[in-house]
């Protein structure tokens, strides 16, 4: 396969009704360059940016991504798309969790990036300036990475812009997916969205949001959630025909209100005693955690009553990791 090396999406000269691949030059370092492809529909119209591997081991995103490449219709598609299987070719490449081996960063939360950064701030730089800038709409999927397991949700960042916010949450809300929540910069008030890819677009103008399934190895049932999802919203936004199918979720979203994580207390082995989706209330035993040095054995306890949305699987937790994250609804 030839992919033409390009260094914005300006530079893409597609005619209606085609399919191509390309490579996007990192700024600011010429030995990097991230492979897409776009699929331009016979018809204009808007165009869909998707996103996948901004962490490198979360396999499922990934495969949904080349999966559903392959499923557009092109006769059907109004306007383009630009798919973007992996973002972090060195975590990818290197099978690093949540952080690249380069410098030791995690992606999704350096964005917008800087020009003459690190390599890892660098791809942020690029992605945010020459692709997302340009585009209409931005979808950037993830899973659970291989060391934890996850319910699926979307989410998305309010940014005050009513019609932003409005076509923001309808991508989110039209995915597919049981859970969806609305996000912020301020840690207080639940999960931090500084500094990642759909948070960083929303603001720029561009509706955005994260959807995530799986949990880190791409099982059939979560690349199925994300290519149905990625169909849905693109009927959402008028740019396929057809009916919405069915997701993870058969009926509407429930909104969550927080996220809230129950974080280690010391080193230890983590054993859940829940499963993600399931629900629990303030103070219920969720897990236990166990110093291996001196066998001291910890209950773990939700830190609210609500949905288990991510949990760490049975492995070495360090002092300050995520052991679960609740959704309350």
């Keep these: 396969m030839t992919r033409r090396l390009v260094k914005t999406v300006d530079e893409l000269n597609l005619a209606q009704g085609q ?37 490198g ?15 557009i219709d092109v006769p059907d598609l109004e306007g383009r798309m630009i798919l973007f299987p992996v973002v972090n070719l060195p975590a990818f490449q290197s099978k690093s969790i949540f952080t690249s081996p380069v410098d030791g960063l995690n992606l999704n939360r350096v964005f917008p990036g800087r020009e003459n950064g690190s390599l890892t701030e660098a791809i942020a730089h690029t992605l945010t300036q020459q692709v997302v800038s340009k585009v209409d709409y931005l979808i950037d999927l993830h899973s659970g990475e291989i060391t934890e397991d996850l319910f ?19 991508l989110a809300t039209s995915f597919g997916v049981e859970l969806v929540a609305k996000t912020g910069t301020n840690e207080d008030e639940g999960w931090s969205d500084k500094g990642t890819l759909y948070a960083v677009a929303a603001e720029t103008g561009v509706p ?43 009926g509407q979203p429930r909104f969550l209100h927080r996220l809230l994580p129950r974080k280690a207390e010391f080193s230890g082995l983590f054993c859940p005693t829940h499963a993600v989706g399931d629900h629990v209330h ?28 991510v949990q760490l699987k049975s492995i070495l937790a360090d002092v300050g990791d995520t052991l679960v994250e609740i959704g309350v609804l």
């Design 19 to 55: 399919i191509a691949h390309y490579s996007l030059q990192v700024s600011s370092n010429p030995e990097m360059a991230l492979p897409f492809t776009v699929v331009a529909g016979k018809k204009p119209g808007k165009t869909l940016c998707v996103t996948s591997g901004v962490h």
């Design 57 to 71: 081991t979360e396999y499922s995103p990934i495969q949904a991504v080349v999966e559903f490449t392959s499923q």
């Design 152 to 170: 699926p949700f979307a989410l998305y960042h309010e940014t005050g812009d009513k019609v932003v916010d409005s076509q923001s949450r309808l």
């Design 208 to 250: 955005a949001i994260i959807a995530e399934a799986g949990s880190g190895e791409a099982d059939s049932k979560s690349v199925s959630t994300l290519t149905t999802g990625l169909t849905n919203a693109a009927r959402a936004m008028k740019m396929i025909g057809g009916q919405k199918q069915r997701g993870s979720s058969s």
């Design 282 to 309: 303030k103070g219920d035993t969720i897990g236990h955690l166990t110093d291996i040095l001196t066998m001291t054995k910890s209950e773990v306890t939700s830190p609210a009553a609500g949905v288990i949305i």
